[in-house]
Structure formats: structure tokens, C-alpha cells
Nanobody, 120 residues
Framework: QVQLVESGGGLVQAGGSLTLSCAASGSIESISTMGWYRQAPGKQRELVAHITSGDRTSYADSVKGRFTISRDNAKNTVYLQMNSLKPEDTAVYYC??????????????WGQGIQVTVSS
């Protein structure tokens, strides 16, 4: 089994910063792409950013220049540094990882989600 656990969410004022972390653990052989998604109330889940095993990154237009995704492969952890936060960034943020387990089977895994609230 593979588990993803997010941390670092909370309440912040507009213009502030937060850093989310997501640690993968369990029967992991290797991890390919890792990413962050978010879902605001009444809206569909959307991709925020993702990073490949070769550290290639991609961002949603709405967060470009404000958010930075990074990863520590030794710790099986992905980070999302969020700066200049806006009220419209308020959402539940989900970590995602494409993992090769010890049985050599690829699987798509999700964290439980963490709330980020930006007050105006």
C-alpha cells in the first residue's frame, strides 16, 4: 500500500504565503510525476501544478509566478510554495503521485486533502 499525507494548510490573509508538503510512504519502488490539485466549493477539481521525476514543472495559468512546486526524491516528498495568496486560492488542496510499487505495478494515488483558506 502507498499513502500520501499532506501538511501545511491553514488560514492566511490575502498577500500571505503558505507551504504545503506531501510525503509518500509505503511500498514504493519509485515515483514518477507528483502534483497538486485543488477543489473549491461548487467547482471541479483542477490541476494546480505538477513536477516530473526529472524536475520538469507545469503550472495552471492562475498560479504562474506565485506558486512553486518542488520535490525531494530522497524523502518521497513534494512541496507547494504559495506566495501572494488571493481569496480565490481558497480550496481543499490534494496531493497526487504516480507510483511504482514493490510489486512493479504503477498506481495513481491521492492524499486526503488539506484546507487552505485565504481571507480578504
Amino acid at each position: 500500500q502507498v499513502q500520501l499525507v499532506e501538511s501545511g494548510g491553514g488560514l492566511v490573509q490575502a498577500g500571505g504565503s503558505l507551504t504545503l508538503s506531501c510525503a509518500a510512504s509505503g511500498s514504493i519502488e519509485s515515483i514518477s510525476t507528483m502534483g497538486w490539485y485543488r477543489q473549491a466549493p461548487g467547482k471541479q477539481r483542477e490541476l494546480v501544478a505538477h513536477i516530473t521525476s526529472g524536475d520538469r514543472t507545469s503550472y495552471a495559468d492562475s498560479v504562474k509566478g506565485r506558486f512553486t512546486i518542488s520535490r525531494d526524491n530522497a524523502k518521497n516528498t513534494v512541496y507547494l510554495q504559495m506566495n501572494s495568496l488571493k481569496p480565490e486560492d481558497t480550496a481543499v488542496y490534494y496531493c497526487n503521485a504516480f507510483v511504482l510499487n514493490l510489486r512493479r505495478i504503477w498506481g495513481d494515488y491521492w492524499g486526503q486533502g488539506i484546507q487552505v483558506t485565504v481571507s480578504s
